[in-house]
């Protein structure tokens, strides 16, 4: 009896020593695994600060781009208005020298009604042919008529055709 009371002390010291073995394997990997967990924390915190940085900078960027999108805005809407404002004068100018092209004409064409027909046939007769039909075409048909028969035939048909068209 006191050998089963041997072996069984035995057995249980074995066994207190395979159980402490195993608390202390246990509370090793614990500690191991604390570490391990306050490292992925660490590193957690470190990728929050990033993302927060990250996410800090595309927002000014963005502040950015959109200042610099309203300044170009602004500046097309300049050109925009000043290129109208340049249609406008451009037109203008245009309206005046049609004013001006026929105040010249109506003074030219004054001149001619009052010249004689032999004399404004010489005149006419040595102008470039579109200048002498444009001045014909502001005189009236009478007078027009007059000079024409004054006029060397050849011219006065080249006249003429011009004329026409």
């Given at each position: 009896m006191l050998s089963i009371l041997l072996v069984?002390?035995?057995?249980?010291?074995?066994?207190n020593d395979r159980l402490f073995e195993c608390t202390e394997i246990f509370k090793e990997r614990k500690n191991e695994l604390l570490v391990e967990l306050e490292r992925?924390?660490?590193?957690?915190?470190?990728l929050s600060a990033l993302k927060?940085?990250?996410?800090?900078?595309?927002?000014?960027?963005?502040?950015?781009?959109?200042?610099?999108e309203e300044i170009a805005d602004e500046k097309l809407a300049q050109i925009t208005k000043k290129e109208q404002s340049i249609k406008d004068m451009l037109k203008k100018n245009e309206d005046i020298l049609k004013e001006i092209k026929k105040t010249k004409m109506s003074k030219i064409s004054?001149?001619?009604?009052?010249?004689?027909?032999?004399?404004?046939?010489?005149?006419?007769?040595?102008?470039?042919?579109?200048?002498?039909?444009s001045i014909l075409q502001s005189l009236k048909p009478k007078i027009v008529g007059k000079i024409l028969a004054k006029m060397d035939p050849k011219k006065a048909s080249q006249l003429t055709l011009l004329l026409a068209n």
């Open positions: 069984s002390s035995l057995f249980a010291v074995q066994k992925i924390d660490e590193q957690k915190q470190s927060t940085a990250t996410q800090e900078l595309i927002k000014k960027r963005e502040d950015r781009l959109s200042q610099k004054q001149t001619f009604s009052k010249m004689k027909a032999s004399s404004a046939a010489n005149i006419l007769a040595d102008m470039d042919s579109k200048e002498a039909a």
